[in-house]
């Protein structure tokens, strides 16, 4: 009775730290994502050309714009998907912002009363061009991220390169490429999405050439896929997260992580929350067409496992797995950050599960004890002249081992 006593008592003291698992699915999805959501900065350089007058606007310098997009990356090796509508030359991407610019010149003359009006005629009866007539305009895209370093985190900015894309009329879909190795990605779905599937949409909202957080983190809009679309025989998912712009390009993802689709555009004339992704076999289709295949490294797969053990309460077993990422990927912020916060509930690199081996140690002293006293009372027992129990039965048969 006093050894069971002991047991109940000991065992409070050696009961598990405080849990950290996730509050809902969302949580971690949002934990397996964030590391793979980068933000794109866009520079378009270039003039608008009316071709019925042959008016050129932008000056003797040309129109600069600036604008900002998210991505995600989806191979280890840097690349990376957006909307095509960030990267795009034409109306709906770099064209339509030197429009803009223009436009705001003839508003500031004063020579024209409706900018809307004016744009689509633009669209319509001017280009936008390079420094000579009919050149491309320029364009200059960097990808940024945040990296882990024995110093704290850093902005690690790349230079990236269009590898494909389908017009933002045709899919709205796009794959980039940085001088980058190991970093973190998502797989993507393969299948066709349910309606009411419940997502999230990550990026980086705000208003193009807005400054974006110093840390670079990402933001979280929770939401369902509310309709399946189709646009030129393109599929579309129209969902209920509220993606706002600078969102554009980030993945809408399940609650296992995978990419659904890429944040395509808002609804004309809506004023819900209602937005569109591109759907994830489109981004699909684009990759094969250029023998590009897109899975998750080891080291992705390493840092969902260590995931789902912190989020489990195995903080020892979670430090190891983080350190097993950052040994393949050095600067993998979350797993730093994760490892950190294992740490701090009580994990440690080759610790095993600490409760539990208390635990083990435990129950062995205890089954020591009670032996000795059984032995004794054995000993007494047989020292009063009452019988003790009859010996083991030993047969001939070989006793099986235990499966392991």
């Known amino acids: ?20 698992q996730p509050s809902s699915p969302e949580e971690l ?36 714009v600036e604008a900002t997009c998210s991505g995600v990356v989806i191979r280890p090796d840097g690349h990376v998907a957006t909307a095509s509508h960030c990267v795009h030359t034409g109306p709906q991407g770099g064209a339509g912002a030197l429009f803009d610019a223009a436009v705001r010149d003839l508003s ?45 985190p850093i902005r690690d900015v790349a230079p990236a390169t269009v590898v494909d894309l389908v017009a933002p009329t045709d899919g709205d ?64 998912y129209e969902f209920s997260a509220a993606a706002t712009q600078g969102m554009s390009g980030g993945p809408v993802v399940d609650v296992e992580g995978r990419i659904v689709g890429l944040v395509s555009r808002g609804s004309p004339g809506e004023t819900q929350s209602f937005n569109f992704a591109a759907a994830s076999t489109t981004l699909l289709d684009l990759l094969a067409g250029k023998g590009v295949k897109a899975e998750p490294g080891e080291h992705d797969r390493d840092y969902r496992a260590a995931l789902d053990r912190y989020f489990a309460d195995d903080f020892d077993g979670a430090v190891e797995g983080f350190d097993d990422v950052l040994a393949a990927s050095p600067g ?21 599960s600490s ?5 083990a140690v435990l129950c062995g002293g205890v089954a020591v004890g009670t ?25 001939d048969v070989d006793t099986p081992r235990p499966e392991r």
């Not at 009775?1 to 730290?17: E, K, N």
């Not at 964030?34 to 003797?60: N, Q, S, Y």
């Not at 993998?332 to 095993?352: F, I, K, N, P, T």
């Not at 032996?371 to 030993?394: C, D, K, Q």
């Open 29 to 64: 999805a949002a934990a397996i994502a964030r590391p793979a959501i980068v933000l794109i900065t866009v520079e378009w350089h270039g003039w608008v050309r009316d071709k019925r007058t042959g008016e050129v606007f932008g000056g003797a310098k040309g129109y600069v």
């Open 173 to 236: 879909v796009a794959v980039l490429k940085v001088p980058r190795d190991h970093l973190p990605s998502l797989a993507i779905r393969e299948d066709q999405t349910p309606v009411g599937t419940p997502i999230l949409a990550i990026g980086y909202p705000g208003s193009a050439g807005a400054a974006v957080d110093p840390s670079l983190e990402p933001s979280s809009k929770n939401g369902q896929v509310s309709a399946r679309r189709t646009q030129d025989d393109r599929p579309f």
């Open 355 to 359: 409760w539990l081996i208390g635990l």
């Open 1 to 20: 009775m006093r050894a069971v006593l002991a047991v109940a008592g000991l065992l409070a003291l050696l009961a598990p730290p405080a849990v950290a």
């Open 332 to 352: 993998h912020l979350q797993a730093s950050e994760y490892r950190r916060l294992a740490v701090d509930r009580g994990g440690s690199a080759g610790g095993g």
């Open 108 to 152: 500031a003359a004063g020579r024209i009363a409706d900018p809307v009006a004016a744009k689509a005629q633009l669209a319509e009866h001017a280009v936008a061009e390079g420094a000579a007539p009919d050149r491309p305009i320029d364009r200059s895209i960097r990808v940024e991220r945040m990296e882990a370093t024995g110093d704290g």
């Open 371 to 395: 032996a000795t006293a059984g032995t004794a009372i054995a000993l007494a027992r047989r020292r009063e002249g009452v019988p003790g129990p009859p010996p083991p039965v030993v047969s």
